[in-house]
């Protein structure tokens, strides 16, 4: 049965939203529908690109709005770290303050380097105030496939066997589950075999894990004890265990191993805890450790969210911690700059040659936000623009190219001319004045090339050039390659000069 909704509340913060842009036909009552028709597990860890159709909206109107509802409210907004493993939920965080360079699953024991790429996600939760849902009291799941759904994220798989989804991989793994009230012990007989037997009490997320050798006894005996502090047993034969794998590159540390035999164990486990314990049992086979890492539905990354304007306008004080960097192994980065703007102002005077640049940083700022990108910042008459992928890097500099020469059009003899460079790679994302940036070499590639473009030139690189579909877009512009030797950069590197004119 569905909690009450405060519908009062609800119309209220819409309304408040409904006001803030242009928003498409119906946006406002489809989102509105979505709230009020969906069952627990759908409000919670809200991916909103699982919901595009569901709202009948595009992607950038749909992350769009979920965004001004965590504004106003209605949801929750959540950075979580994803175990590329196992696809657990490692840690969430309200602020992105509170991201750091390095998390470790408790369940599977993988050490991570936190990217922004992939295994970042930002979702979304109903707030309670406007409708409690199951989620918000751990004292309310009530089974496995619960816990499972709250500490697990959605949308996962595992790419062997056909695809298998990441719950269908745990139901594999699954030797026990079961809800251990306070003062509670319980026998469990179970079967082992190599290679691991792994028990996870879900609460406080302390576990331990069993080494199982292919040596076959005919009984043993384990007694396990949980309590406020976690995990703990008598036993003092453990040893420390890591383990690396290299395709691709994987770092675990198990911490503690304690030795068991193939054969039948009985496990005695007691919950010396004041609360209820969900206790999860897996066998873990040798040849999990040959799997690929989980994939993804598509979803909302950090990446993604850095790189979009209306994150980067309502949530101003979202940044990095000060000092600290997270890497970003694919960002695009378009440079654009103003040829000869020191002589417009000599021409026309300081305030009618800003009047006019600041039509020019309108232009960009529209043909960048259109095209899924966001502005970082501007650097006298220069722009720096960041995008998910080299297509809508490129499709915005065309734009803006189209954009300039309308704005040409309508001045009397003034005329501004742009030149451009793109450049995709890694990058580490930072605080620079309060404000999300990026740093490396990838940036630095992307502003020199945009040095060598001439007036309507775009200088893309060869990774830009070779991207899916970026052919496809420049195919009709006059495009010449040359390499060059860029300062800083010790080889030469490919270029491909664009200009938006067939050839004469």
Same mark, same amino acid.
């Not at 309304?15 to 946006?27: E, V």
């Not at 770092?251 to 193939?262: A, H, R």
């Not at 990058?427 to 473009?453: H, P, S, W």
């Given at each position: 049965?569905?909690?009450?909704?405060?519908?009062?509340?609800?119309?209220?913060?819409?309304?408040?939203?409904?006001?803030?842009?242009?928003?498409?036909?119906?946006?406002?009552?489809?989102?509105?529908?979505?709230?009020?028709?969906?069952?627990?597990?759908?409000?919670?860890?809200?991916?909103?690109?699982?919901?595009?159709?569901?709202?009948?909206?595009?992607?950038?109107?749909?992350?769009?709005?979920?965004?001004?509802?965590?504004?106003?409210?209605?949801?929750?907004?959540?950075?979580?770290?994803?175990?590329?493993?196992?696809?657990?939920?490692?840690?969430?965080?309200?602020? #992105?303050?509170?991201?750091?360079?390095?998390?470790?699953?408790?369940?599977?024991?993988?050490?991570?380097?936190?990217?922004?790429?992939?295994?970042?996600?930002?979702?979304?939760?109903?707030?309670?105030?406007?409708?409690?849902?199951?989620?918000?009291?751990?004292?309310?799941?009530?089974?496995?496939?619960?816990?499972?759904?709250?500490?697990?994220?959605?949308?996962?798989?595992?790419?062997?066997?056909?695809?298998?989804?990441?719950?269908?991989?745990?139901?594999?793994?699954?030797?026990?589950?079961?809800?251990?009230?306070?003062?509670?012990?319980?026998?469990?007989?179970?079967?082992?075999?190599?290679?691991?037997?792994?028990?996870?009490?879900?609460?406080?997320?302390?576990?331990?894990?069993?080494?199982?050798?292919?040596?076959?006894?005919?009984?043993?005996?384990?007694?396990?004890?949980?309590?406020?502090?976690?995990?703990?047993?008598?036993?003092?034969?453990?040893?420390?265990?890591?383990?690396?794998?290299?395709?691709?590159?994987?770092?675990?540390?198990?911490? !503690?191993?304690?030795?068991?035999?193939?054969?039948?164990?009985?496990?005695?486990?007691?919950?010396?805890?004041?609360?209820? #314990?969900?206790?999860?049992?897996?066998?873990?086979?040798?040849?999990?450790?040959?799997?690929? @890492?989980?994939?993804?539905?598509?979803?909302?990354?950090?990446?993604?969210?850095?790189?979009?304007?209306?994150?980067?306008?309502?949530?101003?004080?979202?940044?990095?911690?000060?000092?600290?960097?997270?890497?970003?192994?694919?960002?695009?980065?378009?440079?654009?700059?103003?040829?000869?703007?020191?002589?417009?102002?000599?021409?026309?005077?300081?305030? !009618?040659?800003?009047?006019?640049?600041?039509?020019?940083?309108?232009? #960009?700022?529209?043909?960048?936000?259109?095209?899924?990108?966001?502005?970082?910042?501007?650097?006298?008459?220069?722009?720096?623009?960041?995008?998910?992928?080299?297509? @809508?890097?490129?499709?915005?500099?065309?734009?803006?190219?189209?954009?300039?020469?309308?704005?040409?059009?309508?001045?009397?003899?003034?005329?501004?001319?742009?030149?451009?460079?793109?450049?995709?790679?890694?990058?580490?994302?930072?605080?620079?004045?309060?404000?999300?940036?990026?740093?490396?070499?990838?940036?630095?590639?992307?502003?020199?090339?945009?040095?060598?473009?001439?007036?309507?030139?775009?200088?893309?690189?060869?990774?830009?050039?070779?991207?899916?579909?970026?052919?496809?877009?420049?195919?009709?512009?006059?495009?010449?390659?040359?390499?060059?030797?860029?300062?800083?950069?010790?080889?030469?590197?490919?270029?491909?000069?664009?200009?938006?004119? #067939?050839?004469?």
């Amino acid at each position: 049965m569905q909690a009450s909704l405060n519908t009062a509340l609800l119309d209220q913060k819409l309304g408040k939203i409904q006001k803030q842009k242009d928003w498409s036909k119906n946006a406002i009552s489809h989102f509105r529908n979505f709230i009020c028709q969906s069952e627990d597990r759908s409000l919670f860890q809200i991916n909103p690109y699982a919901v595009i159709d569901v709202l009948k909206l595009s992607e950038r109107e749909t992350v769009d709005l979920f965004l001004y509802g965590a504004k106003e409210g209605i949801f929750q907004m959540d950075w979580n770290l994803v175990c590329p493993c196992c696809s657990l939920t490692v840690e969430s965080f309200k602020k #992105l303050k509170q991201l750091h360079s390095h998390y470790s699953c408790p369940t599977c024991f993988r050490q991570t380097s936190t990217e922004l790429d992939d295994y970042v996600h930002i979702t979304f939760t109903l707030s309670a105030k406007i409708r409690s849902l199951i989620f918000h009291n751990l004292d309310q799941l009530k089974k496995k496939e619960e816990w499972i759904e709250y500490y697990y994220m959605a949308g996962s798989w595992v790419p062997v066997d056909g695809n298998m989804s990441s719950k269908e991989f745990n139901d594999q793994l699954t030797q026990h589950f079961s809800f251990f009230n306070p003062g509670e012990k319980k026998r469990i007989e179970l079967e082992l075999y190599p290679i691991a037997l792994l028990i996870l009490e879900l609460l406080q997320m302390s576990s331990v894990i069993y080494t199982i050798s292919e040596e076959v006894v005919s009984s043993q005996t384990e007694v396990i004890q949980f309590s406020k502090t976690g995990l703990s047993n008598q036993r003092t034969d453990c040893f420390p265990a890591k383990m690396t794998l290299h395709d691709p590159p994987q770092e675990y540390d198990f911490g !503690n191993v304690y030795p068991l035999s193939s054969g039948k164990i009985l496990l005695e486990i007691e919950n010396l805890s004041d609360q209820r #314990l969900p206790i999860w049992i897996q066998h873990v086979p040798e040849e999990v450790t040959d799997f690929p @890492d989980v994939q993804f539905d598509a979803c909302l990354t950090g990446k993604k969210l850095c790189a979009n304007q209306t994150f980067r306008e309502i949530f101003p004080s979202q940044v990095f911690q000060l000092g600290k960097g997270i890497r970003v192994q694919d960002q695009t980065f378009l440079f654009t700059d103003l040829k000869s703007s020191t002589a417009l102002y000599d021409q026309i005077g300081d305030l !009618n040659a800003f009047a006019l640049v600041s039509q020019h940083f309108e232009s #960009l700022y529209e043909a960048i936000t259109e095209n899924q990108g966001a502005l970082v910042k501007t650097i006298g008459d220069a722009v720096m623009a960041v995008f998910t992928n080299p297509v @809508d890097a490129t499709n915005a500099a065309l734009a803006i190219l189209e954009r300039l020469k309308q704005l040409n059009q309508e001045l009397s003899e003034q005329q501004l001319v742009i030149k451009m460079g793109i450049h995709n790679g890694g990058a580490i994302v930072v605080n620079m004045n309060d404000r999300i940036d990026f740093f490396g070499q990838t940036v630095n590639i992307a502003a020199r090339i945009q040095d060598l473009a001439d007036a309507e030139e775009i200088y893309i690189t060869d990774s830009v050039y070779a991207y899916p579909g970026v052919q496809e877009i420049v195919h009709r512009c006059q495009i010449t390659s040359e390499k060059r030797v860029l300062k800083g950069v010790q080889e030469e590197i490919l270029l491909y000069k664009i200009c938006p004119k #067939l050839p004469h």
